[in-house]
Nanobody, 119 residues
């Protein structure tokens, strides 16, 4: 059974930092592209950051470039999102996603973790 479990969300003041972690089990993590998405109340889910299955190539939403860093540890079957200089508009539920690199295209989601940026 495949599971993605996110931890690390919470309440932080503007300008603060948080690091999200997503631990995968039940799959060969090196065969998956990993991403972080977020969904704010009343808005659609959006891609925040993506990292290649291997090699470390990354992609970021314009709104988080220079502030967020995604990383992947295939040995630990984990993907991370370091978030710095957080803004109130970063408030959302953050979801981890793993997408197979093969034609089967299997995609798995975590349950989400709440990030709230507020004074």
């Amino acid at each position: 059974q495949v599971q993605l479990v996110e931890v690390g969300g919470g309440l932080v003041q503007p300008g603060g930092s948080l690091k999200l972690s997503c631990a995968a089990s039940g799959l060969t993590f090196i065969q998956y592209t990993a991403s972080w998405y977020r969904q704010a109340p009343g808005k659609e889910r959006e891609l925040v950051a993506r990292i290649a299955a291997v090699g470390g190539t990354t992609r970021y939403a314009d709104s988080v470039k220079g502030r967020f860093t995604i990383s992947k540890d295939n040995a630990e079957k984990s993907v991370y999102l370091q978030m710095n200089n957080l803004k109130p508009e970063d408030t959302a539920v953050y979801f981890c996603n793993a997408q197979s690199i093969f034609r089967d295209g299997f995609s798995y989601w975590g349950q989400g973790t709440q990030v709230t940026v507020s004074t």
